[in-house]
């Protein structure tokens, strides 16, 4: 069955550091890639989103790449600022079914 | 836009008492609105799939008769625990897609149920 699988946290970073999330995912078909982060005490947020092979989803300075060839989303971003903190969760879902998401990875972006 | 709203965000019961949570989609209309559980630092997990009008399809391991759902409009979904026990202490969230964006699934800020 389809599964995602994303890299083990806590992730802690100074400010201003570079940020890489690795998610890889296993399905059949073309499933359409999330990318969901929960602040704490919130509920999910989508972030961002790729529907297709080589779309980039970008949103508040966050990007990721659906790569089929390498069945890979990873989140990336330039600068973290402490306000980034939170809870990111990898997720795909195909032929619009339900979301299947990956374990999550927690940030934490230390001042 | 595409705001779920849950209510309500935290509930404390006894062992064995119902508890109702209610799944609202306020500026869209929601087909399908799905269930999950949220064990402390662990991800999402489905429990059901409701389509409006219709019953509701539950994941493997989900008792049906436990979890009730119901979709019965486009903008309103609940889950009744019954018979509450501590082991279902838990945070539920439901999720709802429509709109016409049929990948994108919005969240609700979930529901803390702590059963004494």
């Known amino acids: 069955g389809d599964s995602v699988t994303q890299m083990e946290g806590p992730v802690t970073l100074s400010e201003e550091a570079f940020l890489t999330i690795n998610c890889t995912y296993t399905?059949?078909?073309?499933?359409?890639l999330f990318w969901y982060v929960q602040y704490p005490g919130e509920g999910l947020q989508l972030l961002l989103k790729?529907?297709?092979?080589?779309d980039k989803g970008s949103n508040k300075g966050f990007e990721a790449t659906y790569r089929k060839e390498t069945t890979s989303f990873h989140l990336e971003k330039g600068s973290v600022q402490v306000s980034d903190s939170a809870v990111y969760f990898c997720a795909l879902s195909n032929s619009g079914y339900a979301l299947n998401f990956g374990k999550g990875t927690s940030l934490l972006v230390t001042p | 836009g595409a705001v779920v709203s849950q209510h309500p965000s935290w509930v404390i019961c006894k062992s064995g008492t119902s508890v109702k949570i209610e799944c609202r989609s306020l500026?869209?209309?929601?087909?399908?609105m799905f269930w999950y559980r949220q064990f402390p630092k662990q991800s999402l997990m489905l429990m059901a799939t409701s389509n409006e009008g219709s019953k509701a399809t539950y994941e493997q391991g989900v008792e049906k008769d436990k979890f009730l759902i119901n979709h019965a409009s486009l903008t309103l979904s609940t889950l009744t625990v019954t018979s509450a026990h501590p082991e279902d202490s838990s945070f539920y969230i439901c999720?709802?897609?429509?709109?016409?964006?049929?990948?994108?699934?919005?969240f609700g800020p979930g529901t803390r149920l702590t059963v004494l």
């Open positions: 999720s709802a897609r429509g709109g016409g964006n049929t990948d994108t699934q919005y």
């Open positions: 790729a529907t297709k092979a080589d």
């Open positions: 399905a059949t078909g073309y499933p359409s």
């Open positions: 500026d869209f209309q929601a087909t399908t």
